[in-house]
């Protein structure tokens, strides 16, 4: 939902990151505000997970150039851990394994760390049962992978919805999703969709990275950017996607290529 | 500022045992002599067997050379520069604990172990040692309603001499190694449980070793017996205070499972490890050996290892009776200068016999830290099974990991197999966790323990929660 009067959550300028000094991410622009969907779109290799990982502060990333505002204020200073305490949500592409470590504790110390933060109750083993089961039934879970080691052998779509339970149970401002749609099947990428659609709302955004329109038909974006070479080439309306479906990158590239020449 | 360096830092937490109790000690001069094996067995008014059993041990030992095979580096040790004995001062021989010097007891009190009647722990039974001696144990009585023994070995040496007479030394010989020898020429104090033929241990055991003076070497001795059918589980818990000079433990314990009896023994050792330049801490060398010497009998060691300076220690199980089990589940921590050769020997003597080991090495800073094992599968161990794991993980890149597995096989039919891994804290499992809004620091000791779950797992349900505490103070500090 636009309404341009919404305050904006997430205001990206400029940013320019490298990882081992070899720079990835070459001057970024993109506004986000509450109550909007976006989508992110681009080739492979073209930035879309650096820029995500960027805004999750991964350490590997080293960023030259540029600011991101969260709610007005400077994002980059703060640990990862502090921005997710405060609403920023990164649903990984390939979230990792953690052995070992219960599936259930390590989200019932995430749940309570950000709840910590909104001034709200802890909860203890008990209530936080009870809320994971509430909140295992938006991306239907079976039960059975909380008492499971995180991540742990879990199958591509199953450590997908992982993610989107924890997006359910952190209840963040800004969530972005990176190709949480690859590796679902025909039902569980429906599944999936419904859980972030009922998540959305006025005073939340998400940030989909996705290349494919099918996702799109189920979540419908306000805006569609493309990235290329570390940069949004191009940003548009749902329309931009279709367009992208149908005629691929190529004419993206061509049209850039125009735009230099001139 | 890379998540490497940082944890670095992480690991590095203060000692928070390192305090002294001030206290009256009678000593004995520092030296070893024949006199001196005298002097200790005649301040605890042995009886002949056990003088003669020192004698011979300490004859021995001087026929021996300290062991260098695990490659260890710690200057020579002057035998003659420690104090076999040392006991605090004690009216009278305490018949209760409301005789004991309370100074004792504050110190036991804030080291978590609380003796006294009101604030102790409602389902453990508790034997604390300081320095040379053991100075109360609780639940006597109602274990002995059970016909269960638990008391120190001095006071069974006394009061159960053919027991002891008949089990001491059987397991590990007082010839065994350099180590062994020497306690068993000196050893001081130490635990005596007894479970009588099919008694299920009504509750847990647990002896806590505390050295209290700088200058003392502590050579504890344990015998822990369970006859036909009995069961029972055992903890060992172990501090000592910061001293810049090295303080020598030179522990033996013995198990003997008779048929179908088993014995959990669980150790959390968090003796002072020294500084971060390696200056002081204990020398841990230690014989720990089980003998399932029944059928069906089963032994099962795991432990916890965070402190010493150099731990030399391979609790082991001889499994002779057919279809009998032997299990070692360990935690080796170090961090800084620290030194760790650990492991385990399970010799499979009987038919059907079986053995697992599960041993999880973390190692930080410059420290080093070694599986050592071996398996070995005598002539008429028919159809015996054993399986191994053995997993390292390191933390920053200065530290060492190795792992040395030995296997002896004169049984066609046995199977072993073996396992190994080696790891590092990976910086995107942090960042998974840290994204999710856990700090960098409890998202280390959530991935260190993780990594050690299956050790924890096997610990009585009292001490899995500390020793998860235990790790995850050992590797708190502060994030620069
Ligand atoms: N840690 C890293 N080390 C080296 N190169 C990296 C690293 N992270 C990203 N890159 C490089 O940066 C470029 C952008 O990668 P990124 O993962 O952001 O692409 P993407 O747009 O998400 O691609 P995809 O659609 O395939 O997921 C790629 O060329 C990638 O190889
Ligand atoms: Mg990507």
């Known amino acids: 939902m636009i309404s341009l009067d919404a305050p904006v959550l997430i205001e990206i300028r400029d940013l320019c990151a490298c990882v081992d000094d070899q720079p990835i991410l070459n001057g970024v622009n993109l506004t986000i505000r509450a109550g909007e ?69 390590f989200l019932r110390v995430s749940t309570n760390a950000r709840r910590l933060e909104q001034g709200l109750e802890e909860l203890d083993t008990f209530a936080f049962e009870d809320f994971v089961r509430e909140r295992l039934g938006l991306v239907q879970m079976d039960p059975a992978f909380l008492d499971r080691s995180v991540n742990e052998g879990f199958s591509g779509g199953e450590k997908k919805r992982n993610e989107i339970l924890q997006m359910a149970l952190l209840e963040p401002l800004v969530a972005i999703l990176d190709e949480t749609d690859s590796g679902l099947d025909i039902d569980a990428l429906r599944i999936v969709s419904g859980g972030v659609n009922q998540l959305a709302n006025v005073d939340n955004a998400t940030l989909l990275i996705t290349h494919y329109q099918r996702l799109l038909d189920l979540i419908k974006p306000d805006y569609v950017h493309v990235m290329a070479a570390g940069r949004i080439v191009r940003s548009g309306d749902k329309a931009l996607a279709l367009e992208l479906e149908q005629r691929g990158y190529e004419w993206v590239d061509r049209e850039l290529d125009a735009l230099e020449m001139t | 500022m890379t998540s490497q360096s940082h944890v670095g830092q992480l690991v590095s937490q203060p000692y928070k045992y390192g305090f002294v109790t001030e206290i009256e000690t009678e000593k004995i001069p520092k030296g070893l002599d024949e006199d001196v094996v005298r002097l200790i067995s005649e301040k605890k008014n042995e009886p002949q067997f056990l003088l003669d059993f020192r004698i011979r041990a300490y004859r021995h030992w001087l026929k021996l050379q300290a062991p260098d095979w695990a490659g260890l580096g710690y200057p020579p040790i002057d035998y003659q520069d420690i104090v076999y004995y040392a006991a605090p001062k004690q009216k009278e021989k305490k018949n209760s604990l409301d005789e004991v010097d309370p100074t004792l007891l504050e110190t036991f009190d804030k080291l978590g172990i609380p003796l006294s009647e009101q604030k102790r722990l409602s389902n453990v039974a508790v034997d604390a040692v300081f320095d040379s001696v053991s100075i109360a144990t609780t639940y006597k009585e109602k274990l002995a309603e059970h016909g269960v023994v638990f008391c120190s070995i001095t006071d069974a040496v006394n009061e159960y001499p053919e027991l002891v007479r008949r089990y001491l030394g059987t397991v590990v010989p007082s010839n065994d190694n350099y180590f062994a020898a020497l306690n068993s020429a000196v050893f001081s104090d130490g635990s005596f449980v007894f479970i009588p033929r099919g008694v299920e241990c009504p509750m847990e055991l647990s002896s806590y070793f505390r050295i209290n003076s700088g200058d003392i070497g502590q050579f504890e001795r344990t015998l822990i017996v369970a006859e036909e059918g009995a069961s029972v589980s055992y903890l060992e818990g172990c501090t000592a205070p910061m001293f810049d000079t090295n303080t020598l433990h030179a522990a033996v314990v013995e198990l003997v499972a008779l048929d179908d009896a088993s014995i959990k023994y669980s150790t959390v050792q968090n003796w002072y490890a020294g500084d971060e330049n390696g200056v002081g801490g204990i020398y841990n060398f230690v014989t720990k050996r089980g003998h399932c010497c029944g059928e069906r009998s089963k032994i099962s060691w795991s432990q916890v290892e965070t402190g010493s300076a150099i731990t030399w220690k391979y609790p082991s199980c001889i499994l002779q009776g057919a279809d009998s089990v032997g299990e070692f589940y360990s935690v080796a921590l170090t961090n800084h200068r620290q030194q760790a050769d650990t492991g385990t020997k399970m010799i499979h003597l009987g038919p059907r016999t079986r053995s697992t080991i599960v041993s999880k090495g973390i190692s930080a800073g410059h420290s080093a830290n070694s599986y050592r094992g071996l398996v070995q599968m005598g002539p008429k161990a028919v159809n015996a099974k054993n399986y191994s794991q053995c997993d390292s993980m390191l933390i920053g890149d200065q530290a060492g990991a190795n792992t040395y597995p030995y296997i002896r096989s004169q049984q066609p039919d046995a199977s072993i197999e073996h396992e190994a891994s080696t790891c590092r804290i990976s910086e995107d499992q942090l960042f998974y966790l840290q994204s999710r809004g856990i700090d960098f620091e409890a998202a280390i000791s959530m991935i260190v323990s993780g990594f050690c779950r299956d050790v924890f797992s096997q610990l009585p349900m009292e001490f899995a929660a500390e020793a998860d505490k235990l790790l995850a103070l050992k590797l708190e500090g502060s994030v620069g």
């Open chain 1, 37 to 105: 969907i976006h989508a992110l779109m681009g080739r492979n290799g073209s930035g879309k997970s650096t820029l995500s990982k960027v805004l999750a502060g991964h350490p590997a990333y080293k960023v030259t150039e540029g600011s991101v505002l969260y709610r007005g204020e400077d994002l980059l200073p703060l640990e990862p851990d502090e921005r997710s305490r405060i609403g920023l949500f990164l649903g990984f592409q390939y979230p990792v394994e953690i052995p070992g470590v219960s599936n259930l504790e």
